[in-house]
């Protein structure tokens, strides 16, 4: 099972972040206080998880596997890095209200991908919400007094969640995340994020954080966002698609190639392929290499994960 990877994470501090992070699992690492962000998979800039085979990032990986063993022929004529971030978010408390741009603005102003991402809730706190779109058509103008006025909240939908829920956050809409929520997060590849409103909120310094109110009105969507709950398995975009899968004890799946697998909820997978047999632990994704055409997944106890392609 040497082709498979798997990667080293990397913990984030954040003003808004818990201790849910570290109780999650046993983690091979010092977990810093107030730790609202593990990064699972990532080849973001100066945030690479390393393989932990190789000690390789994924774009170094990529860019040599002239055999492709790793990744198929028509993925590495297409990305030169890896496309997608996976992460894990503890809100203690509740996130800015936030928007995103799409690859044309992030392309023009920051020389990166945009940022479309989705959900899936790991743990709530009893009534979490999230924040999620308009709840009617906006204007610029409404939108700017709104954030200087410090009402903008009022604005937005608030959702109720439950487990297991999946949301799709497409580049534009405005969002944030509830205080007492765990989530899982795929997105692209990206570190950008407008600031609209921060609570009033300041930093260890004492001073409220930065907005980015013309950025955000440059990137917002004006339009009314519709608030029903979510009851699909699965999401699917133009930059991942992924689905949600339960097994109970001692049921088996075959999956195949060139995908990520995140075992979200349960103690572990056995993974067989080749007459070989390997262990997938929770919360630390694997990807199944090109050489690899099928393997077998066999659960233990109940079980549920997710697969997570990307076209």
């Keep these: 099972m040497g082709k498979i990877l798997k990667f080293q994470p990397i913990f984030l501090p954040k003003i808004w972040g818990g201790n849910h992070i570290s109780k999650m699992k046993e983690w091979n690492a010092p977990i810093p206080q107030n730790c609202g962000e593990v990064w699972l998979v990532s080849d973001v800039s100066n945030q690479e998880t390393l393989i932990s085979s190789t000690h390789q990032t994924l774009s170094e990986l990529i860019q040599s596997d002239h055999q492709n063993e790793f990744f198929s022929s028509s993925f590495r004529s297409k990305y030169k890095n890896f496309p997608l971030l996976i992460k894990i978010i503890d809100a203690r408390e509740d996130l800015s209200i936030q928007v995103h741009p799409n690859d044309e ?66 580049a534009g809409l405005v969002h944030s995340i509830g205080k007492g929520i765990v989530l899982g997060e795929i997105q692209q590849s990206s570190d950008v994020t407008y600031r ?22 440059e990137a917002v969507s004006l339009e ?30 075959s999956i195949s190639n060139n995908q990520l697998l995140w075992l979200t909820e349960g103690e572990e997978l056995v993974l067989t392929a080749h007459d070989e047999t390997m262990i997938v632990q929770k919360h630390e994704p694997i990807w ?24």
């Excluded at 698609?241 to 004890?249: E, N, Q, R, V």
């Excluded at 199944?288 to 076209?311: A, C, D, G, R």
């Design 105 to 170: 603005i992030a392309l023009r102003k920051h020389n990166c991908l945009g940022k479309s991402e989705s959900w899936i809730i790991l743990d709530h706190e009893k009534d979490a919400s999230l924040y999620l779109g308009w709840k009617k058509p906006m204007t610029h103008q409404e939108i700017q007094i709104a954030s200087q006025e410090g009402w903008i909240d009022d604005e937005i939908n608030q959702i109720k969640v439950k487990k297991n829920d999946l949301f799709y956050i497409p």
């Design 196 to 217: 609209l409103f921060d609570f009033n909120r300041k930093d260890a310094n004492g001073n409220l954080r930065e907005l980015h109110l013309e950025d955000s009105l």
């Design 224 to 253: 009314k966002f519709s608030s029903d709950s979510p009851d699909s398995s699965t999401i699917v975009s133009n930059y991942f698609s992924y689905s949600i899968h339960t097994l109970d004890a001692n049921q088996s799946i």
């Design 288 to 311: 199944i290499p090109n050489s690899i055409e099928k393997v077998t997944l066999m659960s233990i106890s109940s079980v549920t994960f997710l697969t997570i392609q990307i076209p």
